[in-house]
């Protein structure tokens, strides 16, 4: 059984997470969506919620599980039995970054290996990040997430 941990912050879940947990379900077995609670970075979304956005996003993908963890994904993927860390990559900005993590994480566990898989074209341009700034300044973000996630800053949970 070939288990896959894609952890990230998801604040919030955007269409390019909902691409790469889609494809990477045809790939694996099981998929672990493992929300990141970092308690020294602050959140624009509370966990809780990403949480749920994310349940709500993934309903339909029967091998897909969503779990919170806060500390080393090495550790918590040795603690769920899973050799592969899933990373979308959208850029060499990306590639930058995930290089140096997968090299850390490598060093830290070599029975574990990352993963990444291309983001689709039209979502190479979708970020976490913008889609904060364009609900910071009053925009519409339904082009970018999914529809639960667009319900939730129109309406509340
Ligand atoms: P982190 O806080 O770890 O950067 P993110 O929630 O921003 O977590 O992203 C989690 C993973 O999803 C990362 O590997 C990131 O590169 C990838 N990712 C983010 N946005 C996209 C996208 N639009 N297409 C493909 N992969 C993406």
Redesign the pocket.
Same mark, same amino acid.
């Given at each position: 059984m070939k288990t896959a941990i894609? @952890? +990230?912050?998801?604040?919030p879940l955007?269409? +390019?997470?909902l691409? $790469?947990i889609k494809r990477a379900s045809k790939i694996f077995d099981k998929v672990i969506i493992v929300v990141?609670y970092n308690c020294n970075k602050q959140s624009f979304v509370p966990s809780e919620d990403r949480i749920n956005l994310i349940k709500e996003s993934v309903k339909d993908i029967k091998n897909a599980e969503i779990d919170a963890f806060d500390g080393l994904t090495v550790d918590y993927a040795k603690k769920r039995g899973a050799e592969v860390l *899933? !990373?979308? *990559? !959208?850029s060499s900005v990306?590639f930058d970054?995930?290089k140096e993590m997968a090299q850390i994480n490598f060093t830290l566990n070599k029975g574990i290996e990352t993963v990444? *898989? $291309?983001? @689709?074209p039209e979502?190479?341009?979708?970020?976490?990040?913008a889609v904060r700034e364009i609900l910071k300044n009053g925009g519409d973000i339904s082009k970018f997430v999914p529809e639960a996630v667009n319900l939730y800053f129109k309406h509340g949970i």
């Open positions: 894609y @952890a +990230g912050s998801f604040d955007t269409n +390019g997470h691409d $790469i990141s *899933l !990373r979308g *990559l !959208r990306d970054y995930e990444f *898989l $291309i983001s @689709a979502y190479s341009f979708v970020s976490s990040s």
